[in-house]
């Protein structure tokens, strides 16, 4: 299990990580932009979008940092862009504690498979934290 810090950006998550990477010297970050995205999706977007981040991780510290862009039309409020990321091996741990924060919470994606993640979901608690969980099976 891990506890991941997840901040969002308006455009600028590039600049970000690329400073975190030289301060901490960190090595091989992992970007992708809206661009990447699998299939026909980046064809309709905008150059703007292209060119944002989607979502980009860097070990650091025996964890990791994950970052992503807003969309063009859906900026950032900053101080309600860190965001708590829970990643574990175990589904059933994951559905447990998403299952749980539900109560009286804004969930904003369901436990779901995605074109990113065997089984991701996300939500706003009853105290306006934002959670994401993450099935990672280990891989053998």
Known sequence: ??????????????????????????ANPQIMTFGEIPGN??????????????????????????FSDTQINEPVVFGENVTLMVSSPDKADIE?????LSDQALVTQSLQETF????????KDKFGIVWQFLYEPVQS
């Open 1 to 26: 299990m891990a506890l991941i810090t997840y901040m969002d950006f308006n455009g600028n998550a590039r600049e970000v990580i690329d400073f975190y990477v030289s301060v901490f010297d960190i």
């Open 41 to 66: 999706g980046a064809d309709s977007m905008p150059e703007e979008l292209k060119q944002r981040v989607m979502h980009a991780e860097l070990d650091f510290a025996g964890g990791k940092l994950m």
């Open 96 to 100: 447990r504690w998403f299952t749980r």
């Open 116 to 123: 990113f993640a065997p089984y991701y979901g996300a939500l």
